[in-house]
């Protein structure tokens, strides 16, 4: 039968999410654990897996939209299966939803069916829920009601660590809290026994023990290690979360670390949360009075000023773009090549005192401009001539050495980084070259560059010298099998025939993918570049 799948709960703030990716297609085999898609949240992109098995048969939800949580995600059942009725309802009708995806937050947990009367009516049972995708046991930091205390829909339970962060637990169900299955500083696995609700008064024993007999993984709580065993420990807790008149502090997780840092009472602080509760901007806005301390009452003659600290105030904002097709190619392409490619960096400092000399004199000329980037890419497609080994492609069955250089030129423009490529580069002169570079980042820039002057690289230089950057490494643009970084042109003291004289350095780092170029064989590479780069005239021969 088939089984709807909604839009998952993966954060306690998430209302909305978007799927990133889809690891699946319609047709595709789907075994239970196997990860689905990746779900952009409010917090974070985490991988979203199956707790169903048979064949994937419709994907409600494309690549890059977003739904509200409970949207209709996917559809997942036996191969053929009819499952019109499902899409012409719009959404899992409510007898499917109870058996859909399994949501982070919490849920009626399951009772054996051995003693469906054990529950008695209207008593919910909750369950440590599993508040992260890599999620397997949750530790309870503090519970913000007590048994006893009235709850409603919406409230704060707990706040529960996971292996990721420390989140706010909601309740799902309005009564009272009869039974705290975990307590504060315990540990328990997913699905856990943490808590059962219910209408006052109720007995909840015959439930307990239900649980206990079931199997279930949650920790019996006897009243007598509540009271003894666990004192001292909640007395340590309630000395941080408890004002001076024995009331609980409500603050959230990231208020108390806040507070913590800043070395502020949160019992000084009032909170705008729901029940009075604390929360960041209360304690960002909160000015400390300048009350005599404790302290200084005992001493006020050794007692300094205190003095007001003005905390910043202010209102956070942020602006939501939609990653570009270009972004995104980007991201793929980069992706692809730094998590296949074992990367490794070669960095040497070039004299370029001769450099600056001959460009003096070459930009004299007449209707003559070259840079010193025109004189780097020339003195590598020299190089590459010298040393085939760096003007390869692997490929899983060979590789592939090529007998020409087309030098890829890193051109960055508004919406990311494009790489135009100048073809036959080791056959132009230093003008050709300098007027080619121009030519296509002018157009790369405008968006007027044809697809085909921007494919077929063989091998890559990015150049930063001109922001001021004095060394940095590059991801290799893939099918090449090296790319080279340019830093900038530093005046520096340097040792020349053994005297201190000011110089003129640069620092180019050559990433080199290991299974094609060796450590040798990318140091003769630089090793003759350095001799192009230092001595200009042996390019111009």
Known sequence: MAEVITMPRLSDTMEEGTVAKWL??????????????????????????????????HIGIEEGDGAPVDSLLAIIGEEGEDISALLNGGAAPAKEETKSEPEPKAEKSEVPASTPSSIPEGVEIVTMPRLSDTMEEGTVASWLKKVGDKVEEGDILAEIETDKATMEFESFYSGTLLHIGIQEGQGAPVDSLLAIIGPEGTDVSAVLNAQAGGGSSAPKAEKAEEDKPKAEKVEAVEAITTSQDGHRILASPLAKKIASEKGIKLSDVKGSGDHGRIVKKDVESFTPSQTVSPVTEKAPEKAAPVAPIHLPVGEESFEEVKNSPMRKAITKSLSASKFTAPHFYLTIEVDMDNAKASREQINNLPDTKVSFNDM???????????????????????????????MGVAVAVDEGLVVPVIKFADQLTLTQLGAAVKDLAGRARAKKIKLDEMEGSTFTVSNLGMFGIQEFTSIINKPNSAILSVGAIVEKPVVKNGQIVVGNTMKVTLACDHRTVDGAVGAQFLQTLRAYLENPVTMLA
Do not use: R
């Open 376 to 406: 780097v890419l020339k003195a590598c497609a020299m190089a590459l001539k010298k040393h085939p080994q760096v003007n390869t492609t692997w490929t899983d069955e060979a590789t592939i050495y090529k007998h020409h250089i087309h």
């Open 24 to 57: 699946k297609k319609v047709g595709d085999k789907v075994e239970e654990g196997d990860i689905l898609a990746e779900i952009e949240t409010d917090k974070a992109t985490m991988e979203f897996e199956s707790f169903h098995q048979g064949t994937l048969l």
